[in-house]
């Protein structure tokens, strides 16, 4: 069964802070994704990368970078953390698709709910 | 602009009755459907897909319908659970490669 790890389940940090949530899977899928979720928006793609080293700006980039060092580990990162960027990150992966990223089912994790003070 | 549109935020429907979740699209270029449920506290899960060329695929209980002339798909749960009781997610992605979420229906199956 397909295991998509994130670090942390909640986290607190200061506007400013640098932030960093990991996630990790264990099926040596091709693709990486980071979506944030928020009510009444929906989930919405901020990065993703499918191959190590290699990612791509999603919907929603601004403010956010990410890295991809190793195949199954795929890091968000915060440069300098403000109040709108509080939200629930959820971090997915799949196999690569033929042709089309999504034709594979993301396999997501249970998600990091950040709050920025 | 929504491209995927869930209307219904809420529905509540007894156990053991059939559940049936919609989902409306406007691209016509979406060739790929997906329903994904998701539990309080947990990231969303995969529960059944359809391809455009398909206008049904069925999974023990979990029967999805696209009606493509409409832009119409629905989702059927029979018999609903109270195990069922979730948000439901429906996707669409084309040939621009980007999964298009919509905002989700909150299913409430009653004892």
């Known amino acids: 069964d397909v295991k998509v790890t994130q670090s942390s389940r909640y986290l607190v940090k200061r506007t400013g802070e640098k932030v960093f949530l990991e996630c990790v899977q264990d099926m040596d899928h091709e693709n990486m994704f980071w979506y944030r979720q928020d009510p009444g928006l929906g989930l919405r793609l901020i990065y993703f990368s499918y191959d190590v080293k290699m990612k791509e700006k999603g919907d929603i980039p601004e403010g956010y970078s990410v890295s991809r060092e190793k195949k199954e580990r795929f890091s968000l990162i915060l440069e300098s953390a403000s109040t709108n960027q509080t939200s629930m990150y959820l971090c997915a992966s799949n196999l690569r698709g033929e042709v089309n990223p999504y034709n594979s089912p993301l396999h997501f994790g249970n998600g990091t709910r950040l709050t920025v003070t | 602009d929504q491209q995927v549109k869930q209307n219904s935020p809420s529905l509540s429907v007894q156990e053991g009755r059939i559940s049936i979740l919609n989902c409306d699209y406007t691209n016509s270029m979406f060739d790929y459907f997906l329903w994904y449920k998701k539990y309080p506290a947990e990231g969303p899960t995969f529960l059944i897909s359809i391809s455009s060329i398909k206008d049904k695929n069925e999974d023990g209980r979990f029967t999805v319908f696209l009606n493509k002339s409409a832009k119409h798909l629905s989702l059927h749960i029979v018999p609903s659970q109270p195990g069922d009781s979730a948000v439901y997610f429906c996707?669409?992605?084309?040939?621009?490669?980007?999964?298009?979420w919509g905002l989700g229906t909150s299913l409430a199956v009653n004892p």
């Open positions: 996707a669409a992605s084309g040939n621009n490669r980007k999964l298009i």
